[in-house]
């Protein structure tokens, strides 16, 4: 993918991007690969000297080669010094906005930061265009204080719709553009739109108002949230009537109105995006006195916590209490595979739950330890799926990286002290595990496959909050 590049075009522009965190390192890598001049500013000067080492802070696929190969070609740079983006006539924004400590509202610091400095260096003709997930009312709130410095600069929103593990696929050959905009911003957009020239040709673009684009944004995400979550749901249905989820997500993904995708039940969803969006949504409906047509996503946020305790309880049912002392091996700390992020990450939740419980839990993720490490510093770490097998009276899949997926039921098989394996992924080849001679356990799937269940196996214990009250 990244050998694919797309050369320098004559709408070659220099542009800026403000944040170069998992978005904005990405952005700016990719705005190069168009054939762009890039700035990317960046306040933490040791992020600063990774990017220009071509050694992101984070794991994606693919980006150390592309973020070295751009600067080498002299069109990408990194620097801290917000003075440095002066000679850009496009800036992007591209900082995060997390949840807000001990509330579900967005905490838009951040891009109010960026803003400020982005303020101190504005000139007449600049476009400021808006990538972070911001609450709806937000553009047109930062487009007055932009024209009252500089009346003839313009902002416009053109939110992001990367996945880690494929941002910069997602970046260079997008679904959709979506650019929302003030009526009278017509230039702006069709600066934007000379910008992504080298990717418009194959992906529709569509020019909205601000509150819709702001909205596309959180919409999607919510929309997705829903989706894994109907699909746990139906998990749940299938554990006390005897159904397989897997095949009931098969039968229903043929229906290309509903489709296969999202529909992978499981332990649910985590990382940087899908839960403090839900929340952060949830949150502005309130302030805009819609609250009660967002209430569904509670339930949302519920059943995904839910999944969290289900798989505690079900290794409580299974090993039987107390867990004191009990060896667990534990394969994925990641949030999802081909990411080292742990932010809102089930498998690590689950693991801090049973530690907490007395059990004794290896963990191990092939990127995301060194992450894992720093937010969960009690928990025991190990090399690989072997390490974290050996002793082990049950093994859990809490993250389908491949090279776990892979494993050799067999040869793992002898490490362990029991061959028990739940898999909160329902990504293992169940009948070559079970020929193997392992107990399997899926979430949501027949009793076919759990036969090796001792006699509580099945019982919902979920609370519905999420870890912490087993
Ligand atoms: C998500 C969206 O997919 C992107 O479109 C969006 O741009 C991004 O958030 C963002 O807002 O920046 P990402 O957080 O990278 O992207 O991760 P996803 O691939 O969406 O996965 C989210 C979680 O859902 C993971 O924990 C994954 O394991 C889980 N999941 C996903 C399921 O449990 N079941 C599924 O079928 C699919």
Known sequence: MTGDVVPAGTGA?????????????????????????????????????????????????????????????????????????????????????????????????????????????????????????????????????????????ELVWNPEFLREGFAIEDTLRPDRVVIG??????????SLRELYAGILDDCPLLVTDFATAELVKVAANAFLATKISFINA???????????????????????????????????????????DIRAFMSRATELGAAEVLTFLREVDAINLGRRDKVVQLVRD?????????????LGAAFKPDSDDI???????????????????????????????????????VDDAAAAAEGAEVVLLLTEWSEFVDLDPERLGTLVAERRVLDARNALDVPAWVAAGWHYRGLGRGADHDAGLGAGHGTDHGTGHGIGAP
């Open 13 to 153: 522009r220099t542009i800026s991007v403000l944040g170069c965190g998992y978005l904005g390192a990405v952005h700016a890598a990719a705005m190069a690969q168009l054939g762009h001049h890039v700035v990317g500013v960046e306040s933490d000067p040791d992020r600063v000297a990774s990017l220009r080492a071509g050694r992101p802070p984070f794991y994606e696929p693919g980006l150390d080669e592309l973020l070295l190969a751009m600067q080498q070609t002299g069109r990408l740079c990194f620097t801290d010094d917000i003075a440095e983006a002066e000679r850009a006539s496009v800036h992007f924004i591209c900082v995060g906005t997390p949840q807000r400590r001990g509330q579900h509202a967005a905490d838009l610091s951040y891009v109010h930061g960026a803003f400020a400095d982005l303020l101190k260096i504005i000139k007449p003709g600049d476009v400021v265009a808006g990538k972070s997930t911001v609450p709806v009312g937000t553009a047109p709130r930062l487009r007055e204080e932009l024209r009252e410095v500089c009346e003839e600069a």
């Open 181 to 190: 905009a003030a009526p009278e911003s017509a230039a702006a957009v069709q």
């Open 234 to 276: 139906m998990a749940e249905l299938c554990e006390v009537a005897g159904g397989d989820v897997v095949q009931l997500a098969d039968a229903l993904g043929h229906d290309d109105r509903i489709g296969r995708k999202f529909l992978n039940a499981g332990l649910g969803f985590g990382g940087g995006c899908l839960p403090k």
């Open 318 to 330: 299974w090993l039987g209490d107390p867990l004191v002392g009990r060896r667990i091996g534990v």
């Open 343 to 381: 932010r809102d990450s089930p498998a690590l939740a689950v693991a801090e739950a049973l530690h907490l419980l007395g059990a004794d839990v290896r963990v191990t993720d092939p990127r995301a330890l060194h992450s894992a490490r720093r937010v969960s510093p009690a928990l025991t770490y």
